[in-house]
């Protein structure tokens, strides 16, 4: 991604008595800076279960999005060499017929392989999109 405020973000709420309802979307972009928050959004509404569940949910997808793609990277190299491997040493042989809804372990490799690319086309994709 490009250059947004480093995490971790995290939300607070308004104080309804100072005329404004909402929460606020905060993140510290520096250690150095104690005490100095920068404002990146709010959640407007009345300050409620559903605002606040707004707001949660935007600070957890933010925090987490780094780790999710790392994690999503992993798990796709790893299918990648057990499919690499399983090819390998289990090659189709010509005489096999199998059809579109065969339940044999090769074909559901291959079923596998084929969501797999097509898994990591989309996740590459969203690494590589800009907000």
């Known amino acids: ?16 008595a100072e005329g404004y309802e909402c929460f ?11 005490g100095f928050t920068k404002e990146i959004g709010a959640v407007n509404g009345p300050i409620n279960d559903e605002t606040e569940a707004n707001a949660a949910l935007i600070v957890r997808a933010v925090n987490s999005h780094a780790s999710l793609l790392s994690t999503i990277k992993e798990l796709m190299e790893a299918l990648e060499r057990v499919v690499e491997v399983y090819r390998r040493d289990n090659p189709m042989r ?12 090769r074909c559901q ?14 996740a590459k994709s969203l690494m590589e999109q800009k907000p």
Request: glycine residues 0%; hydrophobic residues 35%; positive net charge.
């Open 24 to 34: 606020w979307i905060k993140a510290q972009p520096s250690p150095v800076m104690r």
């Open 94 to 105: 010509t005489a096999d017929v199998h059809y579109r809804d065969c339940k044999c372990l």
């Open 109 to 122: 490799i291959d079923h596998a392989a084929a969501a797999h690319d097509t898994a990591l086309s989309r």
């Open 1 to 16: 991604m490009d250059k947004h405020t480093p995490t971790p973000w995290t939300y607070v709420s308004s104080v309804p």
